[in-house]
């Protein structure tokens, strides 16, 4: 049975990966900020089938000690996920903090940077691979989110420098790039729910697919490309319901 450790899984995107794969026969090391929060998510799933590691992700030590739990556990490593990421809405340039642009380039970039770089001897074991998550707002700007959409530019470059990288030893590094999700993402960087509700329900007019995304609609693609996309490496995918064919958005308030 293959194994896979997903980075910030119990939430959204990350939660509906994990799902996904364990349908897909993996074994799944899921970290998270909060071990407790983990346990209560995946009640339903036996524990031979998942771990739960409470991590630090702009930690180096927290992130090799994930590594270090998972392979204690399965023994082996054919999937990396890098699926956390974080944002602050209403930071333009001109206004922006360091807090706020450490934590776009810390939870985008360096965590999987990082991650990366500790999997990367397991990956090559079995010939493995690693799917990194990016954004429809790497490839399009949006109004005070200027760190973010840097960060998120910066992580698909990322996949195709390691997929020239790793290219050679039989590891294959692939990004998918959702467009907005219908998770707690945007009431985490700042809207109130009424506003992350408003939100959803215009991108029936911004997306020309009419909906904003689901969790689902990305972990099917990670599923997809991690089992039967082998002739595929440095890809950026876009799970954006047509967004990028139309004009830019802006984030205001």
């Known amino acids: 049975m293959k194994v896979a450790l997903i980075t910030a899984g119990s939430g959204g995107i990350g939660k509906a990966i994990v799902y996904k794969l364990l349908e ?16 209560d998510v995946f009640c339903d799933v036996p524990s031979n089938r998942i771990l739960f590691i409470e991590t630090n992700l702009t930690n180096l030590n927290s992130m090799a000690k994930a ?104 590891v294959r590094v692939l990004c998918v790039a959702p467009t907005a999700t219908e998770t707690e993402f945007h009431v985490n960087a700042g809207m109130s729910q009424e506003e992350a509700t408003a939100y959803y329900k215009a991108c029936a007019s911004t997306h020309p697919l009419g909906r904003a995304g689901l969790p689902n609609d990305s972990a099917e693609v990670v599923v997809f490309l991690a089992d039967s996309a082998s002739f595929m490496t440095g890809s950026v995918i876009h799970v954006d319901g047509g967004r990028l064919l139309t004009s830019a958005s802006a984030f205001k308030n």
């Open 67 to 170: 590594v270090e739990e998972t392979i204690e556990k399965f023994g082996q490593l054919n999937l990396l996920v890098n699926n956390a990421g974080g944002a602050t809405l209403y930071q333009a340039c001109e206004f922006g903090t360091e807090e706020s642009y450490h934590n776009a380039f810390d939870l985008n970039v360096k965590t999987t940077y990082f991650m990366s770089q500790y999997c990367i001897p397991f990956l090559i074991e079995t010939k493995g691979c690693i799917i990194n998550l990016s954004s429809v707002l790497a490839s399009r700007p949006a109004v005070g989110l200027g760190a973010y959409c840097a960060s998120k530019a910066a992580v698909e470059m990322l996949t195709k420098t390691t997929a020239l990288e790793l290219a050679p030893k039989g």
């Open 24 to 39: 897909a026969n993996y074994n799944v090391a899921v970290t998270g900020r909060n071990y407790s929060k983990l346990e």
